[in-house]
């Protein structure tokens, strides 16, 4: 079959990087067949330049030219509840039932990525809900991201967000060595992430291995600390309705605030914790709300001191 030699176009699949219509008038493509070539029909029908399912690095180029996008890095070992945590958020913003302030759901480029991540929480007939797949440690080099839009109201502007959605064992072998070769996906979403969140399983802080995975989680709070140059942090507790013991508690807690004292706090879980609160689960709306009304550094800009409409003179003439 042809394949187009551009690394970020992925037509037939998908439509032309370069925007023809009729892939036979574009110069990238025509006379480019593998030896096994197969005709392809070639019509003006419109292909989408993406697929709906999880981005990639290089669909980051059309997500990105409204505005940069925030990625919102989710660390935490395997198991932890990360991708359930993006299903939750999803299947919430789906049945409305997300309260968000003074924002609304606007779009998503992968709606199919999406649904893979949820597909499983749903119930079906004769088949109860169950939780997402564990995420494979594949190798690669970056995570797979999963995209939101919303308008912001308050300011009358559409932001993106892109999702991780990354193994737990990149960033354990991040955790103990920054250089590793394991962890290269981990140190992609340190080095892009906008707003880090830090996942602690109380599932496995209470189980029989408690031990190894409070110190695997108190590794990982340090590593988080090394690298994260300024920017939002919060320690999410996964599986909020499960009981750990106090000093279990403390230790981590005591591990993320004794590196970075301003990190912020979350408890959630898809369990009800009462009557009329099985729609929302547990503390996932305050989470999202809070990544969502976080915002890059700034600078203001003084305001024009000319009285001219020219924009050439909006901020003074040259003086002789």
């Known amino acids: 079959m042809q394949k187009c030699k551009r690394q970020a176009c992925f037509a037939p699949d998908t439509g032309c990087d370069l925007g023809y219509l009729n892939l036979s008038k574009c110069s990238e493509w025509t006379g480019r067949t593998t030896p096994d070539s197969i005709d392809v029909e070639l019509t003006d029908e419109v292909l989408l330049p993406w697929s709906g399912s999880a981005l990639g690095l290089a669909d980051l180029g059309f997500v990105a030219g409204r505005a940069r996008p925030m990625v919102v890095g989710i660390a935490g070992p395997q198991n932890a509840g990360k991708t359930t945590l993006l299903g939750a958020w999803y299947l919430l913003l789906g049945r ?113 291995n408690m031990g190894s995975a409070r110190g695997a989680l108190q590794l990982l709070a340090r590593r988080v600390a090394a690298e994260r140059r300024g920017r939002p942090v919060a320690l999410v507790w996964t599986k909020s309705d499960i009981e750990i013991t106090n000093q279990i508690e403390q230790s981590v807690r005591e591990a993320v605030r004794g590196t970075m004292p301003d990190a912020e706090e979350f408890s959630v879980s898809v369990v009800s914790s009462g009557p009329g609160k099985h729609e929302v689960g547990v503390g996932l709306v305050e989470l999202l709300n809070w990544i969502l009304a976080i915002r890059r550094p700034h600078v203001e800009l003084p305001s024009p001191s000319a009285t001219s409409n020219d924009p050439l003179f909006m901020f003074g003439a040259r003086t002789s």
């Open 96 to 208: 409305g039932a997300v309260g968000l302030e003074d924002r609304q759901f606007a779009g998503s480029f992968s709606l199919t990525g999406w649904e893979a991540v949820a597909g499983s929480l749903r119930w079906n007939p004769g088949q109860p809900p169950s939780f997402p797949p564990h995420t494979t440690s594949r190798s690669g080099r970056a995570p797979g991201l999963l995209h939101l839009s919303f308008w912001d109201a308050r300011l009358a502007r559409v932001t993106d967000y892109l999702m991780t959605d990354a193994p737990g064992e990149w960033f354990q072998r991040w955790s103990v060595n920054r250089d590793s070769a394991e962890g290269a996906g981990a140190r992609w979403v340190s080095a892009h992430a906008d707003v880090l969140l830090l996942v602690a399983d109380r599932e496995a802080l209470s189980g029989e």
